[in-house]
């Protein structure tokens, strides 16, 4: 996989020295804005990445096959539909995008192409994830799920002095549903499908939701989503059946530790630690379903993001939550 990286931010220097490890993938080139490009130059000279730039015609042009996105919300739709017009794959921190119309039309354009197209969610490619999957029947019929993710953002304190900054600005798809409640949906989602129904219960300042509670309704059993960027909780999934329980130790994005407790006594605990660099598993993941060409895969993952997608918007146009991309 031939790399390009569009986004200089936080995710793309945690993530970076990590991703320069990997086998099977060159980063080759980084997009940045105008008035970031010195920075980013520094960033690509330590990286050994050969070309950054200002421009995307130049970017796109360079020799890269697969398109990293990583820059504020609401443009993920524009810059992944460039990608893959132009027949590069796309990756595309999540969420993957606005609103379910956008997701759909980023589907179609990736199979019209015959490219991947991939939301950055690492819940899904975690081994600790897998193994919560492959508990699940023994902990017998399922009644209650829990995942909640609530960690101060540093933005809020912009926010409550008049600042609104992406996070939490409804021009650009930001709040906590698009953020940290997102990795609860995929948690859930991931294993138990959509649900029958759902409604979301938010705090909702100056037009966007600061923390909130999803309530999924799968017909025989409850699942909450629960997320909070505007004050410190729990982080953390509880998944109870009536033959035992699962927990994690962290939220939905490390997922952490995982033990599975039976009601006959029997306690399991399983961490494979590659959640330490989440990243990691997510694009071997990545790699592997490009370089064998694994469409079926493709499609799969596409279609866990347009179900997640669906959900999320619905619940937040239920609340109230409504973002200019919608109309």
């Known amino acids: 996989m031939k790399l390009g990286i569009i986004g200089t931010g936080l995710i793309v220097q945690e993530f970076l020295p990590s991703l320069l490890k990997e086998e099977g993938l060159e980063?080759?080139?980084l997009l940045s804005t105008p008035r970031s490009l010195e920075a980013a130059k520094k960033m690509a000279e330590d990286a050994g990445i050969s070309l950054c730039t200002d421009s995307f015609e130049e970017f796109i042009a360079s020799d890269i096959d697969t398109v990293y996105i990583a820059v504020p919300n609401f443009m993920h739709y524009s810059y992944s539909l460039q990608a893959l017009e132009h027949k590069k794959n796309v990756i595309v921190e999540k969420p993957a995008c606005s609103n379910c119309k956008e997701a759909s039309k980023m589907a179609e354009a990736a199979k019209e192409s015959g490219c991947f197209l991939f939301e950055a969610i690492t819940t899904l490619h975690l081994g600790n994830y897998k193994k919560i999957r492959e508990w699940l029947p023994r902990i017998g019929t399922i009644k209650l799920?829990?995942?909640q993710y609530s960690q101060y953002s540093r933005r809020y304190d912009a926010f409550r002095n008049g600042e609104v900054l992406p996070a939490f600005d409804p021009a650009k798809a930001g709040g906590a549903m698009m953020d940290l409640n997102l990795y609860n949906l995929h948690f859930i989602l991931g294993l138990?499908?959509?649900p029958q129904n759902g409604e979301y219960y938010a705090n909702i300042e100056r037009g966007i939701d600061t923390s909130g509670i999803a309530v999924l309704d799968y017909g025989s059993f409850k699942a909450l989503c629960i997320a909070a960027k505007d004050s410190k909780g729990f982080c953390g999934t509880v998944i109870q059946g009536t033959d035992g329980v699962i927990r994690t130790?962290?939220?939905?994005?490390?997922?952490?530790?995982?033990?599975?407790?039976?009601n006959d006594g029997t306690v399991e605990e399983y961490d494979d630690g590659l959640w330490k660099q989440r990243v990691v598993a997510e694009f071997r993941d990545f790699?592997?379903?490009?370089?064998?060409?694994?469409?079926?895969?493709?499609?799969?993952?596409?279609?866990?993001?347009?179900?997640?997608?669906?959900?999320?918007?619905?619940?937040?146009?239920?609340?109230?939550?409504?973002?200019?991309?919608?109309?």
Not at 249 to 262: D, F, H, P, Q, Y
């Open 27 to 29: 980063i080759n080139a």
């Open 145 to 147: 799920a829990q995942s």
């Open 192 to 194: 138990f499908g959509k």
């Open 249 to 262: 130790e962290l939220a939905g994005n490390l997922i952490g530790k995982v033990t599975l407790e039976l």
């Open 287 to 327: 790699i592997q379903a490009v370089n064998t060409n694994d469409l079926a895969y493709r499609d799969e993952m596409i279609q866990k993001t347009l179900d997640v997608c669906e959900v999320q918007t619905e619940l937040r146009t239920k609340a109230g939550i409504i973002f200019p991309m919608d109309n």
